[in-house]
């Protein structure tokens, strides 16, 4: 036998196994991170916009080489409520529309849609954050979307090119783009407005040409849209709130290493705290813009013209009292009566 050859053979075979060990090694630790992409319909510099973009950046430093989160506003990948089949079929990994825009898949979000519901910031957060939420954060679950937050915007206001409103009266005979939510067709069809249903992303052009009088919200979007240029009148009516569900696909957040799912669920809840600290004030400093711009008229109601609103408007609570769930209804208002 020789000596030599068989060592020399063996030493192949073991060179060769390490050689494959080390490469295989190699490729482990160059796995890919994991994508994370996350389409939003809004400006980067609204509510919605920056915190998102906040836990991009969180999650990328913290993660870095596990999780790479990257951003799509303004539609650039999907319009509205078409995110949500995007996620269902792994298009897109994270959403965040607002309530009015899950109305198909679960329709007893539209609470947070009901006009006047909610009687400031804080019944708000409680019901979020108490039994309602958590209720609500299960009826999605039967639909294979994960909810992981709810963000804020802030209160919507009423803009249009036909004449200043300063009564609900006013408002009859407009045509006005709204979410695709039943309530907030209701709200509308209440005080005798022509409410439609529009994405988000065509609502400038669509006030530029004439398609519709008049839309419904909040001011850092009206401002990062510039829809205060394509509209003569803004009433500041406060009447509805305009929130977002942070949303994953069920399936996927429950295949991430728990170490990844875990910082980012921390990540989340450090954005959401400051969403809530910073909405309102991102809000008011966009109103002031668009004052300041001179480009619209901008109405402040006095306190009777207010509650002639909020008479008008709130019958709709009660006639979404069976879609949305009287015990919901019920639980907001028994917060309400508390703060
Ligand atoms: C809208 O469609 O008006 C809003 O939902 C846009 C948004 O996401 O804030």
């Given at each position: 036998?020789?000596?030599?050859?068989?060592?020399?053979?063996?030493?192949?075979?073991?060179?060769?196994?390490?050689a494959?060990?080390?490469?295989?090694?190699?490729?482990?630790g160059?796995?890919?991170?994991?994508?994370?992409?996350?389409?939003?319909?809004?400006?980067?510099?609204?509510?919605?916009?920056?915190?998102?973009?906040?836990?991009?950046?969180?999650?990328?430093?913290?993660?870095?080489?596990?999780?790479?989160?990257?951003?799509?506003?303004?539609?650039?990948?999907?319009?509205?409520?078409?995110?949500?089949?995007?996620?269902?079929?792994?298009?897109?990994?994270?959403?965040?529309?607002?309530?009015?825009?899950?109305?198909?898949?679960?329709?007893?979000?539209?609470?947070?849609?009901?006009?006047?519901m909610?009687?400031?910031?804080?019944?708000?957060?409680?019901?979020m954050?108490?039994?309602v939420?958590?209720?609500?954060?299960?009826?999605?679950?039967?639909?294979?979307?994960?909810?992981?937050?709810?963000?804020?915007?802030?209160?919507?206001?009423?803009?249009?090119?036909?004449?200043?409103?300063?009564?609900?009266?006013?408002?009859?005979?407009?045509?006005?783009?709204?979410?695709?939510?039943?309530?907030?067709?209701?709200?509308?069809?209440?005080?005798?407005?022509?409410?439609?249903?529009?994405?988000?992303?065509?609502?400038?052009?669509?006030?530029?040409?004439?398609?519709?009088?008049?839309?419904?919200?909040?001011?850092?979007?009206?401002?990062?849209?510039?829809?205060?240029?394509?509209?003569?009148?803004?009433?500041?009516?406060?009447?509805?709130?305009?929130?977002?569900?942070?949303?994953t696909?069920?399936?996927?957040?429950?295949?991430l290493?728990?170490?990844?799912?875990?910082?980012?669920?921390?990540?989340?809840?450090?954005?959401?705290?400051?969403?809530?600290?910073?909405?309102?004030?991102?809000?008011?400093?966009?109103?002031?813009?668009?004052?300041?711009?001179?480009?619209?008229?901008?109405?402040?109601?006095?306190?009777?013209?207010?509650?002639?609103?909020?008479?008008?408007?709130?019958p709709?609570?009660?006639q979404f009292?069976?879609?949305i769930?009287?015990?919901?209804?019920?639980?907001?208002?028994?917060?309400?009566?508390?703060?």
């Amino acid at each position: 036998m020789n000596l030599r050859k068989v060592f020399g053979a063996r030493f192949l075979v073991v060179a060769a196994v390490s050689a494959g060990l080390l490469v295989g090694m190699a490729g482990l630790g160059a796995a890919a991170p994991i994508k994370i992409r996350f389409s939003h319909v809004v400006a980067p510099t609204t509510p919605k916009g920056q915190a998102a973009d906040m836990f991009a950046r969180l999650a990328n430093e913290r993660l870095k080489g596990k999780v790479e989160v990257q951003v799509f506003p303004n539609s650039q990948l999907y319009t509205d409520k078409k995110v949500l089949d995007a996620l269902s079929t792994g298009s897109v990994e994270m959403a965040a529309p607002s309530t009015a825009k899950f109305t198909s898949w679960v329709p007893q979000l539209q609470l947070f849609d009901l006009p006047f519901m909610f009687k400031n910031r804080e019944v708000l957060y409680q019901t979020m954050d108490g039994k309602v939420g958590k209720k609500m954060f299960k009826l999605l679950g039967k639909k294979n979307m994960l909810g992981l937050a709810m963000w804020d915007n802030g209160f919507k206001q009423i803009g249009n090119n036909i004449r200043e409103i300063r009564t609900p009266a006013d408002i009859s005979g407009i045509k006005f783009r709204i979410m695709s939510s039943k309530v907030l067709e209701a709200q509308f069809k209440q005080v005798g407005g022509n409410p439609q249903v529009m994405p988000f992303s065509e609502v400038y052009s669509a006030l530029e040409q004439g398609v519709i009088d008049g839309q419904e919200n909040t001011w850092s979007n009206m401002y990062s849209k510039k829809f205060y240029e394509v509209q003569k009148y803004i009433t500041e009516t406060n009447h509805g709130y305009l929130g977002y569900l942070v949303v994953t696909n069920a399936q996927f957040w429950a295949h991430l290493p728990p170490d990844v799912r875990t910082e980012l669920e921390n990540i989340m809840k450090e954005v959401t705290v400051w969403i809530r600290e910073n909405a309102y004030k991102i809000n008011q400093d966009m109103k002031q813009k668009i004052i300041d711009s001179g480009k619209t008229r901008v109405t402040t109601l006095t306190e009777a013209e207010k509650e002639a609103f909020r008479k008008a408007f709130e019958p709709v609570q009660n006639q979404f009292r069976s879609v949305i769930g009287a015990e919901y209804i019920d639980a907001v208002r028994a917060l309400n009566a508390k703060n």
